[in-house]
Nanobody, 127 residues
Framework: QVQLVESGGGLVQAGGSLRLSCAASAYTFSSYAMGWFRQAPGKEREFVAVTRWSGDRTYYADSVKGRFTISRDNAKNTVYLELKSLKPEDTAVYYC????????????????????WGQGTQVTVSS
């Protein structure tokens, strides 16, 4: 398993921006697909975005498409999530996750293939 550490969360006003980072311990980071998920209080975990090993393929949740951007720097073993035009409903703990397996969008969205998860970083958007 790979160890993942998220950072970059915080309190921001609606319409603002944040950039989340997730640093991975893996020597073979480029062999992992990396995803971001989020969980709001009292709600189920929700898929946000995923990127394939080289960043050539990405999927986004409809709720964040056009506002959030996932990217990765394999030289730094880091995946990023750029959050723009934030809304109060984006408030959640954001988790990054890693998997060797790339599958259909439905499978990636389910999160079932991800075997390594970070501890999460809190994002709070005030209205």
């Amino acid at each position: 398993q790979v160890q993942l550490v998220e950072s970059g969360g915080g309190l921001v006003q609606a319409g603002g921006s944040l950039r989340l980072s997730c640093a991975a311990s893996a020597y073979t980071f480029s062999s992992y697909a990396m995803g971001w998920f989020r969980q709001a209080p009292g709600k189920e975990r929700e898929f946000v975005a995923v990127t394939r090993w080289s960043g050539d393929r990405t999927y986004y949740a409809d709720s964040v498409k056009g506002r959030f951007t996932i990217s990765r720097d394999n030289a730094k073993n880091t995946v990023y999530l750029e959050l723009k035009s934030l809304k109060p409903e984006d408030t959640a703990v954001y988790y990054c996750a890693a998997t060797h397996r790339w599958d259909t969008a439905a499978t990636m969205v389910s999160g079932e293939t991800f075997g390594s998860w970070g501890q999460g970083t809190q994002v709070t958007v005030s209205s």
